[in-house]
């Protein structure tokens, strides 16, 4: 038990650090499948069966197997091909525990799991598995004198500040059920209310179901100083379309500030009068602003905040639901425009606490302290 | 049934246990992957839902009737509408009904002396997953398909959580009437008479974490070509002909062909293969024909190619070629 715990927790342990939802129960849930036979026949179906209770997604799937890669597929090597010991000081493996202390404690470690799980890895299997496994012994000899020609190994996933589900979970919060549609549910209620009224049942009352009414205009900053940002910027959006506000949603772009014109399109073509825009989507719906707000320029543009002054106060002719969301860290924004800015909206950053304070602003909450146009 | 913790899925197409009551008896032509075996084992071990992910038309669905059909269970589908409600899946009250019996029970009588009315059970229908949990409590498992959940509100998956953790609920307009699959045990000791719940989502909608921990995630990946001829050869119930062989080539050309909007899958392969083969007993096409053609004059690319972005790069390619 202790062996395979020692085995499996560090995989565990990684996916759930980058926000892949699994709970204790999961965990236990995976020895006791695994100490009931599951999964044990060669090192692919034990991968696949940690797998498939461990991820939840296409993107934790990925997660996953670099893991897994990393932290257990070196331990199931040695296990097969006991003559690598003596090597493994040399071998590449990522892991960053130092090799020689591997190598002594998981042969013993690893003989046990196998006598207790008949684990049958095969040298065909695994070499198909690990890349990055040398050949044959006289290979590795060779790798020992030229150091240089070990292969290496980059994974290149996007790290976020805020994982996509995170961002579509806290989006769930901005909500407005109306009821709207078919009449198809009984009125219970008001069915009684006319049966007491008029004293005979006539006929009875249906109302529509209650959905989700909220209406969301985005503004986004594109291009110069918000370039770097567009993965962000992108995975934000996808979790505003997924998020469940059943798609009444639409997006404008603008460079720097919104002065007179919204484009539709993100390579800013197509542009819209801003006035036609808001008069048409704004009204009293939640309108969030996407832009760095020149914290990203670091430095004072007093024409700029003007501009920004002039849009927010007819924005607030429209509306009151509105919030800033800044990619930039807020230590960042200081002695930039972006701190002037922030005095007149409620502005945050970008991760999971800024985004939850913007939406609670876009469902109603007031305003913090001190920001607002005529503060 | 003594051999119910026996059962187990092997993706062969042939069902050697014996009929529970209302099995679905419809074979099903299905070829899962070895680890989409295991998968739907190791569910069926844990009773844990089963949720699968994968391209438009790759058998998420087919799948719960395969297994249904290889276990001798019986099938509940519930096929999740954007108004659906987590409560329609385990009853409806026809409240309106009631007071319509009501009503003409007290006003239609002649002696003067209203008729007596019906129990409310008589209003009660169940829901699939209530069918489900009904079965179970009698000890029958059986196999629930919720398809497409992303579809629904997405309040849906959320107000199911309770429902799919404790496989019991009760019916609020009857008072007294509840069901429950775990008769107050735990888990484990009614595992083998629970219902495996394999749920299919095209990611929609991200579904919530607290829905995510309770299921088992599985992503099917399109077949390969090998396996392609085997997914052929068991729905047409033949040998591959070279007709066959030569749609497998070519439908795999298309495929890579460009970065499709929505590539051909499974389904609309199966589809298109059909027609080519009610063709070729007509006398309209070979595969030498077949593997003549250019890639964009295919016959019939109106099954593979499905919108009007995909179908203008075609068309500009064709007039590219001559």
Redesign the interface.
Known sequence: MAKLDSLLFPVFDALRKQGV???VS?YL?AVK?IR?G??LEDAA?FK??CR??W????E??ELFDIAFAELIEPELQIVSTPELVTTTPINTSPSETPPSTISSESTLKNSKFQSQSQLESKTETLDEQVPFRPKSSRQLFSFKLDRVEQPRHYYFTMRLPIS??EM??IW?HLRHPQRT?VLED?D?EG?IDSICRTGI?IR?RLQA?R??QAKLVVLIDQQGSMAPFTPLVNALIE?IE???L?GKVSLYYFHDCPEGFLYEHPSLTSPLSLEVVLNSQAKNNSVLIISDAGAACGYYDGTRLADTKAFIKTLGTYTYLYAWLNPMPPNRWLATTAEDIATIVPMFYLDKEGLNDAVNILRGHPFPSEVGIYE | MADLAKRQYRGDGKCPYELLPEAWTEPEPYRAAK?LI??V??AL??R?PL?L?GEPGCGKTRLAYAVAYELGYPLHACYIRS?S?AQDLLYDYD??SR?YDI?ERSSGSTQGKPLPTLPRQNYLTLGELGKAIEQSQNDIPSIVLIDEIDKA??DFPNDLLLELDRLQFSVKEVPGCSFDALWGKKREERRHFLPLIIITSN????L???F??R?????IEFPDQSTLKEIVKSHFQAEITPLFETAIKRFWELRSLRNWRKIPGTSEFLDWVTILERDERAKKISDKTLASKLITNLPHLETLVKTQPDRDVLAKLRTQNG
């Open positions: 939802p699994l709970g999961d849930l499948t009931s599951f999964g179906r696949e069966l498939l209770l991820t939840k997604s296409k934790d799937q996509q589900r579509a979970g769930r549609g009984l219970v069915t049942f009875p179901r959905r989700n979790s997924r998020g469940g059943l | 680890s295991e998968a084992n190791v071990y844990l844990r949720l992910e108004t409600r409240a309106l007071l009503q509100d997405i990611r929609e909608k991200e919530p974490k607290p995510l921990r299921c088992l995630f599985y992503y």
